[in-house]
């Protein structure tokens, strides 16, 4: 693979290599990334969650731009740590974090091979994600990309965050331009997603380094416009925002109607399994209100 050095606290992965154990499985990338696929429909049990990322990895493996599956790789790599070790051992959830910023990377280098050149020269990848296109496998590519990047700087620490803070806003920015309703519906790029990553960042930024509570409420409040049935949003937002303004009723409000969710989601969203951790997550909050405020 193609590793390039970082200034961010990492470094940057922009291409995998096919290799020999992949070529001997004998499956082919379709059939290795189908297996991940329905693997990936029962995402909520961890070991299943663990198959459809083996699958995935394979089929990359035999086919090193698919772009498509990369970006799958991406979010699954995200949603295994966040679902399945934010409770457990800190070093493979930091691991699994930077799995997926470097799935990520190389799922953006597949799918757009202009992205790329600007990369490997050197350039910021925040400058570069004007190439994108907009494109559904970029979107996702490059929100998953920053989305673990965050979430791995902030388990990394303070000084990690500010360094890779404007690189994370300058790809989020770049994927809220190319959110549009045309291509992802009303509900925008998974279930109002850009809109609850800013949500998120502005809330835990400090003032100086672009926090912002009152664009944080805003983007906390478009997303569950956009998308009132999913859970996460309003988990995100009584865990950053309320807690920080010490507003224990929202708090409280929010995580209620979390637990209150269907256990399924709208028809054609197949969020089940994210409701379920949301869910857990809600609870989770709960028990730690009286600490908090």
Same mark, same amino acid.
């Given at each position: 693979?193609?590793?390039?050095?970082?200034?961010?606290?990492?470094?940057?992965?922009?291409?995998?290599?096919?290799?020999?154990?992949?070529?001997?499985?004998?499956?082919?990338?379709?059939?290795?990334?189908?297996?991940?696929?329905?693997?990936?429909?029962?995402?909520?049990?961890?070991?299943?969650?663990?198959?459809?990322?083996? $699958?995935?990895?394979?089929?990359?493996?035999?086919?090193?731009?698919?772009? $498509?599956?990369?970006?799958?790789?991406?979010?699954?790599?995200?949603?295994?740590?966040?679902?399945?070790?934010?409770?457990?051992?800190?070093?493979?959830?930091?691991?699994?974090?930077?799995?997926?910023?470097?799935?990520?990377? #190389?799922?953006? $280098?597949?799918?757009?091979?202009?992205?790329?050149?600007?990369?490997?020269?050197?350039?910021?990848?925040?400058?570069?994600?004007?190439?994108?296109?907009?494109?559904?496998?970029?979107?996702?590519?490059?929100?998953?990309?920053?989305?673990?990047?965050?979430?791995? $700087?902030?388990?990394?620490?303070?000084?990690?965050?500010?360094?890779?803070?404007?690189?994370?806003?300058?790809?989020?920015?770049?994927?809220?331009?190319?959110?549009?309703?045309?291509?992802? @519906?009303?509900?925008?790029?998974?279930? @109002?997603?850009?809109?609850?990553?800013?949500?998120?960042?502005?809330?835990?930024?400090?003032?100086?380094?672009?926090?912002?509570?009152?664009?944080?409420?805003?983007?906390?409040?478009?997303?569950?416009?956009?998308?009132?049935?999913?859970?996460?949003?309003?988990?995100?937002?009584?865990?950053?925002?309320?807690?920080?303004?010490?507003?224990?009723?929202?708090?409280?409000?929010?995580?209620?109607?979390?637990?209150?969710?269907?256990?399924? @989601?709208?028809?054609?969203?197949?969020? #089940?399994?994210?409701?379920?951790?949301?869910?857990?997550?809600?609870?989770?909050?709960?028990?730690? #209100?009286?600490?908090?405020?």
């Amino acid at each position: 693979m193609t590793v390039l050095a970082c200034s961010t606290g990492r470094q940057s992965t922009w291409e995998v290599k096919p290799t020999e154990n992949a070529k001997a499985e004998g499956d082919t990338p379709e059939a290795l990334a189908t297996q991940g696929d329905e693997a990936w429909k029962k995402r909520d049990d961890k070991a299943s969650c663990e198959a459809a990322i083996a $699958a995935w990895e394979k089929a990359v493996a035999l086919k090193p731009d698919d772009a $498509a599956t990369l970006g799958k790789l991406a979010h699954g790599y995200y949603f295994l740590a966040d679902a399945h070790l934010r409770n457990g051992d800190k070093d493979a959830y930091l691991t699994t974090f930077e799995k997926g910023v470097s799935r990520g990377e #190389a799922a953006l $280098a597949a799918a757009n091979p202009k992205f790329k050149e600007h990369v490997v020269a050197g350039g910021k990848v925040e400058e570069g994600m004007q190439h994108l296109t907009g494109t559904p496998v970029e979107v996702e590519a490059a929100y998953w990309y920053a989305a673990s990047l965050g979430k791995w $700087a902030r388990a990394k620490g303070f000084a990690v965050t500010l360094g890779n803070k404007d690189r994370i806003r300058g790809v989020m920015t770049r994927v809220l331009e190319l959110d549009t309703e045309a291509t992802f @519906g009303k509900q925008g790029f998974f279930h @109002g997603a850009v809109d609850r990553y800013f949500g998120s960042f502005y809330a835990v930024a400090p003032g100086f380094a672009g926090g912002d509570m009152e664009k944080a409420k805003n983007h906390f409040e478009k997303s569950i416009e956009k998308a009132p049935y999913y859970p996460g949003t309003r988990v995100l937002y009584a865990d950053t925002w309320a807690t920080k303004k010490g507003d224990r009723a929202l708090f409280d409000k929010l995580l209620a109607e979390v637990i209150a969710l269907p256990d399924q @989601g709208p028809e054609g969203t197949d969020i #089940a399994p994210e409701i379920k951790v949301e869910k857990e997550k809600a609870r989770e909050l709960q028990a730690q #209100a009286s600490e908090r405020f």
